[in-house]
């Protein structure tokens, strides 16, 4: 005992020497150094078009990004069904029944080729949408995690990085459905990921409070973000990806900054009281919107933390929310079984 | 009912088991904070009083007005309707209650609310049973008072449940027997406020039909369980070794919450060791650089700016969409391809005017041979192996017809790559050419003609007469055009644009 002592301590006292390093380059807060900039004005979108159709809460959403199906978006629900929409048109473009209803994460490839999609099956099925006879069907199932699959984004047609409740995520060859690389470290379950821009990094946030940085490459933890006093429910990149946004069940959201290495502020209201499910931020990287528990979405200007809006039309709880890659629109999901477009 | 920890009034906070800390212990924190601030009087909390009506009193009530106006005054809400949201949003999880309304929900008027007594509070885990549910159920039926009569889904609710448990009956029938002996032990008028909070707590586990469940839990939550097999304490004190496993969580394995090993630690060591060691940016550069980008893209960003010519979800016009897509590109996209060279490639208009100016530099290798292995890394595996080589016959190997220089480092590397080659053979020898590109091309490609007269709008106006016609006053190779009448002609043949002025009239 006495050994995971010492070594205990001597996390502690280097965690401590970071923390004193970090404070070393914090010349100015984000807060100060935005304090002339004007706050962004009342920001008031509404809905567009609603989906209907799933018959089930839905678990997750992800927008098509190939100027093909840059209108198309995928949508999981736990009636067991994935369903790809013409967002436009309101249209099911492919309604995909799944073997198991337990899903929990969907996505769309960037090629528009394929989607995927997991859950307490602890699997992640790939689906050829483009197949020779019009059907849709399960191209590979990836098979590896032992507990259920959290999240899962394709980097091209033949590789893919899930996120997983047994604490790992994994990046998957598709075409021999093995596993590449296993990315361990978490402390708790896997809850969410995302993609850097430049396709090299990714980030996962997780229950053990923390986000990490990995390089795909090399297959290693870069940096850890801690801050948060609850699960990390939802994580995403700021545009230019030099910056990290999480959501978590402690109700506040978190801007962390790469190269700063440390948090630059968090966005939180005495008036919110309930966990953030989701979040996305807007094509310039000004506005930050976030699903919450509370069956609403808030917008914040991510520079100056304050609230400038509210999207307020879910009977159930927000659970998952995208912004299109042309930036044109934001899709929520929710418990209520409805998808909606907004702007 | 259990008889302890109730009897010690609403003034008990309570208790969580640390043993059971739920993802949602912060927000139940929160929000029983707010509960304790707005029921101590004394402290700036709301009145509390008997209202009279009727026939009768009615204890320990507040206003939903009232409620609404402190939440707006103490948590510094501006607007109402937010509020009413978060004060439904407490009501629904089950902290205060209608006491005449099943729906739990906070309305801004002179509707009457109750607190919840901590007993019966979300922090405490409570996950009652369905034993428990048709026993509240039968007790009312018990209980001759018009204000216990069952709302129709409660009796739909009773009678499936007495089919449920049609054996175990008479066990059921028993317990609500006892359980309306020891009510009417108490006095009268906390037993309206017992029975009402009873009540408030079955309308937050058995809600109205139509109502949303806020103890649904997202079922990734519900697997971190930490003793999932244990039985669940009874709201009314019933041990019962039969008691269903109803929801489906229950039965799959929980996950055991991993404990920090030694070589977690030692791991953990390293990693700190490589972050001291860290070159960090400074914050005022770091926030210099997040709203310089912020400010470039804001006009870009349709949901901070309105779009021209119309954003299409609105006026189903797609011709925002035709101009984006179009290999024409608008000013206002060019402009774009200034910010940066990633945001030039990224556009397929960017990257072919770019080529273009390469070309006529004589380096456009550098951008076709980034642009390959682009290509390459979405390649089909099989196809994968051939088209490196490919890459390498044509810009790398020696006397390659499109030969692109690298260091010898990179080169070397690249070399020993391709004896095993992948979608990734090239990422280093990638870089460099990108670099390469953005530190020396791509600044000469924003000064060229090709990108200035795209971001300038130097359009044909005749083609056919093979003139050009500037209008004046606009800015042309960066020198204003002086003189109002100055008409510039461009004669047909002459590579790029050389401007001859016309002597004026």
Request: glycine share 6%.
């Amino acid at each position: 005992m006495g050994e995971m002592e010492e070594l205990r301590k001597e996390a502690d006292n280097l965690k401590d020497q970071i923390t004193e390093a970090r404070k070393v380059v914090q010349d100015t807060t984000l807060q100060e150094a935005v304090a002339g900039t004007t706050l962004v004005g009342r920001v008031q979108l509404k809905t567009r078009k609603t989906l209907r159709g799933h018959l089930a809460k839905i678990y997750a959403m992800h927008w098509g990004t190939d100027t093909n199906c840059s209108k198309l978006c995928v949508s999981a629900s736990q009636d067991g069904k994935l369903i790809v929409w013409d967002t436009l048109t309101t249209n099911k473009v492919n309604a995909i029944p799944l073997k198991s209803s337990w899903v929990m994460t969907c996505a769309y490839a960037p090629s528009g080729n394929m989607v995927a999609c997991g859950g307490l099956d602890n699997m992640c099925s790939i689906y050829n949408l483009k197949g020779k006879d019009g059907n849709v069907k399960v191209m590979r199932e990836l098979a590896a995690h032992t507990g259920y699959l959290s999240c899962c984004r394709f980097l091209n047609d033949s590789e893919i990085i899930t996120s997983s409740g047994d604490c790992t995520c994994i990046l998957w060859d598709i075409e021999t459905g093995t596993e590449k690389t296993i990315f361990a470290g978490h402390l708790g379950d896997c809850m969410s990921l995302a993609v850097s821009p430049d396709f090299k990094m990714f980030i996962s946030g997780a229950c053990d409070f923390t986000a990490k940085l990995w390089d795909i490459r090399e297959a290693t933890c870069r940096q850890t973000f801690s801050g948060h006093e609850s699960d990390i429910n939802a994580i995403g990149f700021f545009p230019n990806g030099n910056a990290v946004i999480t959501g978590s069940d402690d109700a506040t959201c978190k801007l962390y900054d790469l190269r700063a290495d440390q948090e630059l502020i968090t966005y939180q209201d005495s008036g919110i009281m309930c966990g953030v499910t989701s979040l996305a931020a807007s094509l310039s990287g000004r506005l930050l919107l976030a699903g919450y528990d509370d069956f609403n979405v808030n917008i914040w200007d991510m520079l100056k933390a304050e609230r400038v809006g509210v999207l307020a039309g879910h009977d159930n709880r927000v659970s998952c929310i995208g912004v299109s890659s042309d930036g044109m629109a934001c899709c929520t999901g929710s418990w209520d079984s409805f998808l909606k477009i907004w702007n | 009912m259990e008889e302890g920890s109730r009897d010690q009034g609403q003034q008990c906070v309570g208790t969580t088991d640390p043993e059971e800390d739920s993802p949602n212990t912060i927000i139940y924190r929160k929000i029983e904070d707010v509960i304790m601030r707005l029921q101590d009087e004394k402290a700036g909390g709301v009145a509390i009083r008997t209202v009279k009506s009727f026939l009768s009193k009615i204890p320990s009530v507040v206003s939903g007005a009232d409620i609404v106006q402190w939440l707006m005054k103490n948590l510094s809400i501006e607007d109402s309707a937010e509020a009413i949201h978060l004060g439904s949003l407490i009501a629904a999880l089950g902290y205060l209650f209608p006491i005449s309304d099943h729906v739990l929900t906070l309305k801004d008027d002179g509707t009457l609310y109750r607190f919840q007594a901590p007993y019966f509070w979300p922090s405490n885990c409570w996950e009652p049973e369905n034993t428990d549910y048709a026993i509240y159920l039968c007790k009312r039926t018990m209980q001759n008072k018009a204000r216990l009569e069952l709302a129709d889904y409660e009796a739909e609710n009773l009678a499936r449940l007495q089919r449920a448990f049609a054996r175990k009956w008479e066990f059921i029938f028993m317990q609500a027997e006892a359980q309306v002996k020891i009510d009417r032990k108490k006095d009268k008028a906390e037993r309206k406020i017992l029975d009402s909070q009873e009540r408030a707590f079955w309308d937050v586990h058995r809600p109205v039909p139509g109502c949303v469940n806020t103890t649904e839990m997202d079922i990734r939550k519900c697997q971190r369980e930490k003793n999932p097999q244990k039985v669940k304490k009874s709201v009314y004190g019933v041990t019962d070794d039969t008691q269903t496993q109803s929801s489906v969580h229950q039965s799959l394995p929980s996950q055991p919450s991993r404990k920090p090993t030694r070589e977690d630690v030692q791991k953990e060591i390293s990693f700190l060791n490589m972050q001291l060691d860290r070159h960090c940016m400074k914050m005022s550069k770091v926030a210099d650089s997040l709203m310089s980008y912020t400010e470039q893209f804001m006009v870009y960003d349709p949901l901070a700016s309105t779009v021209e010519p119309s954003n299409p979800w609105i006026s189903d016009d797609m011709t925002f969409w035709d101009l984006e897509a179009s290999r024409d590109p608008s000013q206002h996209r060019v402009k774009k391809w200034g910010f940066s060279l990633e945001e030039a490639l990224k556009d397929p208009a960017g990257r072919d005017a770019f080529l273009k100016f390469l070309e006529s530099e004589f380096s456009s290798e550098n951008l076709r041979f980034w642009l390959a292995v682009q290509d390459l890394k979405r390649r089909p595996l099989e196809n994968v192996a051939a088209r490196a080589q490919e890459i390498w016959q044509e810009f790398l190997a020696e006397g390659a017809p499109s030969s692109i220089n690298l260091d010898s480092h990179s080169y070397e590397l690249t070399s020993h790559n391709l004896k095993d080659p992948g979608r990734y053979s090239y990422e280093d020898a990638q870089e460099h050419i990108f670099k390469l590109m953005k530190s020396d091309s791509y600044a000469r490609f924003l000064r060229s003609n090709i990108y200035q007269d795209l971001l300038l709008a130097r359009k044909k106006l005749v083609s056919s007469s093979n003139v050009c016609f500037h209008f004046p006053g606009q800015v042309i190779d960066g020198q204003a055009a002086d003189r109002a009448d100055a008409v510039i002609l461009t004669l047909p043949g002459l590579e790029g644009h050389r401007q001859t002025p016309l002597e004026g009239p």
